[in-house]
Antibody, heavy 121, light 110 residues
Framework: EVQLVESGGGLVQPGGSLRLSCAAS????????MTWVRQAPGKGLEWVSV????????YYADSVKGRFTISRDNSKNTLYLQLDSLRADDTAVYYC??????????????WGQGTLVTVSS | QSALTQPASVSGSPGQSITISCTGT?????????VSWYQQHPGRAPKLMIY???NRPSGVSNRFSGSKSGNTASLTISGLQADDEADYYC??????????FGGGTKVTVL
């Protein structure tokens, strides 16, 4: 059974940093591109970032480019998202997500339960 | 990275069929057969209902179907049931190797 378990969310002040983790199991993590998606309270889904199988290619939404960094450790089956220079509008539930295919993150077939990041003073 | 355009709300009576549209551009919806649809109930993670325009994952009811014409994709729910009341989002792969979501559609079963 595929499982994605996020951790690391919490309350942080504007300008602060957090590191989110996603522990993956139930599939061969090292053969799938992985994605982060967020959802602000009462709002829609927003794609945040994707990382290739090897970690050599990464892409970001314009809203987080230069502030967030996605990475992975295939030996630990873990996906990360480093959040720096946080702003109030980064407040959201952050979901770790897996595509149905391996290399191309063209869709999402499994989602984690999400971890809440709240940016407030 | 503009969001795909969906109607804010769609409603129907039990047993009826409804269709939700999702409009993008030739750089996303129109350029790839990588349109997906997700159902989200309050407080829950989204659930994949349709992928690659018209494919249903195992376990998803055949009352859900997808299609695409040009830059617009559609999700049709037939035989509407009370449990179908939820938010629905479309997504598309883009020419920038990213994913873009629609703004979401609230489906109400009257």
């Amino acid at each position: 059974e595929v499982q994605l378990v996020e951790s690391g969310g919490g309350l942080v002040q504007p300008g602060g940093s957090l590191r989110l983790s996603c522990a993956a199991s139930g599939f061969t993590f090292s053969t799938y591109a992985m994605t982060w998606v967020r959802q602000a309270p009462g709002k829609g889904l927003e794609w945040v970032s994707v990382i290739s199988v090897s970690g050599g290619s990464t892409y970001y939404a314009d809203s987080v480019k230069g502030r967030f960094t996605i990475s992975r450790d295939n030996s630990k089956n873990t996906l990360y998202l480093q959040l720096d220079s946080l702003r109030a509008d980064d407040t959201a539930v952050y979901y770790c997500a897996k595509p149905p295919g391996g290399v191309v993150a063209s869709s999402i077939d499994y989602w984690g339960q999400g971890t809440l990041v709240t940016v407030s003073s | 990275q503009s969001a795909l355009t969906q109607p804010a709300s769609v409603s129907g009576s039990p047993g009826q069929s409804i269709t939700i549209s999702c409009t993008g551009t030739s750089s996303d919806v129109g350029g790839y057969n990588y349109v997906s649809w997700y159902q989200q109930h309050p407080g829950r993670a989204p659930k994949l209902m349709i992928y690659d325009v018209s494919n249903r994952p195992s376990g998803v009811s055949n009352r859900f179907s997808g299609s695409k014409s040009g830059n617009t994709a559609s999700l049709t729910i037939s035989g509407l049931q009370a449990d179908d009341e939820a938010d629905y989002y479309c997504s598309s792969y883009t020419s920038s190797s990213t994913l873009v979501f629609g703004g979401g559609t609230k489906v109400t079963v009257l």
